[in-house]
């Protein structure tokens, strides 16, 4: 279980902290109504640093989430894998456009109570396919449709219009 859930995100990255646990699904609210189950929970890990003059963060988060299929209406098991680099900055600093163009890093306002649970169920939102879906699965209704003369069973409706 992460039992801090609190932290100071520069002391943090200042002090090159490190706290690791498990976050149980059900302590994320914006996701549960993505999910199919909530019952299980994500592995995560944050690390804090300072490189040059830069504060930074490193979040990874690891576990599988239970979705439903978009394509087959079914439960899909979708790993998820996260591994984020965030910049903070103050408020006082202006935000770096031109540092931050490669995607490997993000930024975020430093905060002295940055919620991690919080900053954990917002990148596994950010993560999460916008249709979630088997690699290969039937359509609901398609079950035991054989095939037929004019071919596939999508070409049913079809084939009735043009008898008539």
Known sequence: MLTQTMVNSLEFARNSRFIEGNVP?????????????????????????????????RLVIDGTLLLQCQRCLASVRLPMQVNSVLQLISTDESWPDEELMD???????????????????????????????????ELPGEAGVAENE???????????LKKH
């Open 25 to 57: 699904l059900k302590w994320l609210p914006n996701l549960a109504d993505r999910l199919l189950e909530l019952d299980g929970s994500l592995a995560v890990s944050l690390e804090g640093w300072q490189s040059e003059e830069k504060f930074l963060l």
């Open 103 to 137: 995607d490997e890093i993000d930024a975020i306002e430093a905060s002295e109570a940055l919620d991690v649970v919080g900053l954990i169920e917002n990148e596994v939102l950010l993560a999460l396919p916008l249709a979630p879906r088997h690699e290969y699965c």
């Open 150 to 160: 004019y071919g596939s069973a999508s070409f049913l409706a079809l084939a009735a």
